[in-house]
């Protein structure tokens, strides 16, 4: 399995911008989907956004469409969230995740989670 620690999390303004990263351990990165998740307090853990190993396809939850963007260094073992007009409602922790069998939006999939990294957007 795949080691996952997220960063770049904090407070932001609504409207405002954030970049999270997941760095992964291993040399196989590349071979693996990687997804980012997230969970707001007193809910449950919910799909954001995931990509495939060659970073040629991705597919995102409506709610973050045209705002949010997925993708990845494999020569960095990285995957990136790029979070454009962020909103409260985008406040949770963030997490990262890795499987290697095939792209999915369930969170029961993975394999492998990172310890998350909280994104809090005040109005």
């Known amino acids: 399995q795949v080691q996952l620690v997220e960063s770049g999390g904090g407070l932001v303004q609504a409207g405002g911008s954030l970049r999270l990263s997941c760095a992964a351990s291993?040399?196989?990165?590349?071979?693996?989907?990687m997804a980012w998740f997230r969970q707001a307090p007193g809910k449950e853990r919910e799909f954001v956004a995931t990509i495939t190993g060659s970073g040629g396809s991705t597919y995102y939850t409506d709610s973050v469409k045209g705002r949010f963007t997925i993708s990845r260094d494999n020569a960095k073992n990285t995957v990136y969230l790029q979070m454009n007009s962020l909103k409260p409602e985008d406040t949770a922790v963030y997490y990262c995740a890795a499987v290697r069998s095939h792209m999915t939006t369930i969170s029961r999939d993975y394999s492998s989670w990172g310890q998350g990294t909280q994104v809090t957007v005040s109005s």
């Open positions: 291993g040399r196989t990165f590349s071979s693996y989907f």
